[in-house]
């Protein structure tokens, strides 16, 4: 992804044309994508657990939807880091069925719930606050499902001895986008090294790193940023959930061709109407 300078006035038009991108995302996920899955997502549990995975990122773009000026930046930052997370996951967990299955993430989801639990009885211990129902019974749920959970970690993960893992997978986010690079080329790794860091600074509360001293008039090419990526991993995102639901044919993969390059149209178009345009923004590196 590279995104160049637009140009004096031209940051407004270059951050809008992203954002109907993501329109176009949203609209095809909601019409093609969508109804397909939750159709056959009572079939069988994995199949229900992908519905609310999509659903995270049909509500994300639901959110994009409202983050439509330079200020939003750092919403749309988070946005762009959760989709860019669901799409390695998703593609991790359809070619590589072998070592990376939904049990696994729901297995990671309970262990943290539990070292939640035990978190707050840590805190408690000896504190004379008041502990209401609600964390007293996080409390007593995460003590009754310890021994659990201290086997299933030690089953999944022994080389983390014990302690819960930051990624269902046992390995950081880096290493899960070089290996879903090599499953299925999707920019990942590059994306990883190259633009995710920055991503972060934008979501991190420390600091004003790659915001201070950055003029009005470039200000909103952070939003640009954000949304290209929102636009991009929707659609990644979109695939793979295909993919695992067992519908992903001939018409399937014309259908992401084409919303690609709708999407690409869409962009340039809105972008090309502003006067003081440079050409086309450029897209996600080859």
Not at 85 to 105: C, G, N, P, R
Not at 163 to 192: M, N, Q, S, V
Not at 226 to 250: H, S
Not at 261 to 272: E, I, L
Request: hydrophobic share 45%; with cysteine; aromatic share 8%.
């Amino acid at each position: 992804m590279t995104i160049r300078d637009p140009g004096p006035g031209a940051a407004i038009a270059l951050a809008n044309a992203h954002h109907i991108g993501c329109r176009v995302v949203a609209t095809f996920i909601d019409q093609q994508v969508r109804p397909r899955i939750d159709a056959v997502a009572a079939s069988n549990p994995d199949l229900g657990y992908l519905s609310g995975i999509l659903l995270r990122v049909v509500e994300w773009l639901r959110t994009t939807e409202k983050l439509n000026t330079p200020g939003d930046f750092q919403a749309a930052a988070a946005g762009a880091r959760a989709l860019f997370e669901i799409s390695v996951d998703l593609t991790l967990l359809e070619f590589d069925k072998a070592h990376h299955t939904f049990d696994m993430v729901r297995a990671w989801e309970a262990s943290a719930q539990q070292r939640h639990g035990m978190k707050l009885a840590r805190y408690y211990e000896g504190r004379t606050d008041p502990i209401s129902d609600g964390v007293a019974a996080k409390i007593a749920s995460a003590k009754l499902c310890e021994p659990a959970a201290k086997m299933d970690r030690a089953k999944r993960w022994p080389h983390k001895k014990g302690k819960h893992p930051d990624r269902w997978t046992g390995r950081d986010l880096g290493r899960d986008a070089i290996e879903a690079e090599t499953l299925a080329a999707r920019g990942f790794a590059e994306f990883y090294a190259n633009h995710y860091p920055r991503i972060c600074l934008y979501v991190h509360g420390s600091g004003l790193a790659r915001v201070a001293g950055l003029s009005a008039e470039l200000f909103p090419v952070l939003s640009t940023i954000a949304l290209e990526t929102i636009g991009r991993f929707a659609i990644v995102a979109a695939e793979m959930t295909l993919r695992l639901a067992g519908l992903w044919d001939t018409a399937a993969e014309r259908a992401i061709e084409d919303l690609m390059k709708t999407r690409k149209v869409a962009v340039d178009t809105v972008y090309a109407e502003h006067p003081a345009r440079k050409g086309p923004p450029d897209g996600p590196a080859k």
